[in-house]
C-alpha cells in the first residue's frame, strides 16, 4: 500500500471540506447582493465535495469495493456537471431560468443534484467506524437536503416552499458539514502523517 499517496488523497478531503464550508458562506452571503458571485462560489462548494468522495472511498466502509467505486464514478460525474453549470451561469454563459421547472440548465443541475443527495445519504451511512456519529448523521441529513431541493426544483421550480426548505438545509447544513468532514479528515491523517498509523 503506498501509504504516502493515501495521506495525500485524506490531504485532498480535507481540503476539499473545507472549500465547502467556506465557498458555503460565500454563497450565503452573495445569494441576493452578487449572483454572478453566488453561482461561482456554489460551484466552488460543489466541487469541493469531490476530493471528500475520494477521501470515503479511500478510508471505506460496508460497501463492496466495486460498488464503492461505482459510487465515486457517478457521484463524482455528478459533481462535475453540477458545478459546470454554475461556473458557465457565472461566467453569462449559461442562463438558469428561476422560475420554471424541470427544463434546460435548471434541469440539468437539478437532475445532478438528485445524485449528489442520494451520495451523501448512502457514503455517510455505509461509512467505516473511522465516520464518527455527528458527520455521519449530519451527512445523511444534508443529503436529504439536497435530494428535497432538487425534487422541488424539478417538480415545482424555484418558488416553491419545497425547493426553499431544501435549499435553506444545503445553503446552511452543508457548509456546516464540510468544516467538520474536513475536521474529521485531518484528526485521522495527523498521526498517519506523524507515523503513529
Not at 104 to 124: D, N, Q, T, Y
Not at 147 to 160: A, C, N, R, Y
Amino acid at each position: 500500500m503506498n501509504v504516502g499517496g493515501r495521506i495525500e488523497r485524506i490531504r485532498w478531503a480535507e481540503a476539499g471540506g473545507y472549500a465547502i464550508g467556506l465557498a458555503g458562506l460565500v454563497a450565503a452571503v452573495t445569494f441576493d447582493a452578487a449572483r454572478s458571485i453566488f453561482y461561482i462560489a456554489t460551484a466552488v462548494m460543489a466541487l469541493g465535495l469531490a476530493p471528500v468522495m475520494l477521501g470515503f472511498y479511500e478510508l471505506g466502509g460496508r460497501t463492496p469495493r466495486a460498488l464503492a467505486l461505482g459510487a465515486l464514478s457517478i457521484g463524482g460525474l455528478a459533481v462535475f456537471v453540477f458545478a459546470a453549470v454554475f461556473l458557465g451561469a457565472g461566467a453569462g454563459i449559461v442562463a438558469i431560468d428561476n422560475n420554471l421547472a424541470a427544463e434546460g440548465p435548471l434541469a440539468i443541475f437539478s437532475a445532478a443534484a438528485v445524485v449528489i443527495g442520494l451520495w451523501l445519504i448512502g457514503a455517510p451511512i455505509l461509512a467505516g467506524s473511522w465516520l464518527t456519529l455527528t458527520p455521519r448523521w449530519l451527512g445523511v441529513i444534508c443529503g436529504l437536503a439536497w435530494l428535497v431541493e432538487s425534487i422541488g426544483l424539478l417538480t415545482q421550480g424555484t418558488q416553491s416552499s419545497v425547493t426553499t426548505i431544501g435549499g435553506i438545509g444545503v445553503q446552511v447544513l452543508f457548509p456546516i458539514w464540510g468544516v467538520v468532514i474536513g475536521r474529521l479528515f485531518a484528526a485521522i491523517r495527523l498521526p498517519m502523517t506523524s507515523g503513529d498509523r
